[in-house]
């Protein structure tokens, strides 16, 4: 359902791509697009709450040209980084099932095997966390998922996957309410780009 706001405007309503850096060394991995977001402009996290928080973190952290990431017309380019997220539709109730994800999985493979560079995965929120997890055993890394327990600035190491570095999701619930602040992300990002090699 559209928002009065966003009235006049033909949505995408269809799967949104990854974006970023094709020589990236870091994975940024989110939920799923939002639906008066991404889903509306196309672009991953462009156009809503959770970008206004993300991308000026990720140019305080020099993995973005600038900090407005509202338009996908604006020019942003990003450094060493790739945007992409554990399910590629607007899923109902802004949760996706689990068959959901594992429909969407061959796409995060995709993602993968076209970025050979990849050193380290953040994920945003438990819901990427366990997507990560899931993508590694389905392609035969065992991974024993109780030993990696999701939580903000957790790091995880898997034999035969990269490195897993867990933050609260950047959306508005989570940042209106403090329960993830500005300096909380940037210390994330400050490992990541530390694992990434960046």
């Known amino acids: 359902m ?24 870091l994975l940024l991995l989110g939920l ?28 305080r952290a020099g993995l973005a040209s600038h900090a407005d990431g509202s338009d996908p017309d604006d020019g942003l380019r990003l450094r060493g980084l790739w945007i992409t997220a554990a399910a590629r539709c607007v899923p109902p109730g802004n949760r996706p099932r689990r068959d959901e994800l594992a429909n969407c999985r061959r796409w995060l493979l995709h993602d993968l095997a076209h970025l050979p560079r990849l050193r380290a995965v953040v ?30 600035g957790a790091e995880h190491r898997v034999e035969g996957g990269l490195p897993l570095l867990d933050a609260y999701h950047v959306s508005f619930q989570n940042t209106n309410t403090g329960r993830l602040t500005a300096p909380m992300f940037d210390a994330v990002l400050t490992r990541a780009k530390e694992l990434a090699g960046l």
């Open 32 to 59: 799923a697009p939002g639906a008066h977001g991404s889903n509306r402009t196309g672009r991953m996290f462009t156009g809503d709450a959770s970008g206004a928080f993300l991308f000026p973190a990720l140019h």
């Open 123 to 152: 994920a945003l929120g438990r819901i990427a966390h366990e997507s990560y997890l899931d993508l590694l055993r389905a392609t035969g890394t065992p991974v024993v998922k109780a030993h990696h327990a999701f939580a903000h």
């Open 2 to 25: 559209k928002r009065r706001a966003y009235a006049g405007h033909a949505y995408w309503a269809r799967p949104v791509p990854g974006f970023g850096d094709p020589a990236a060394t």
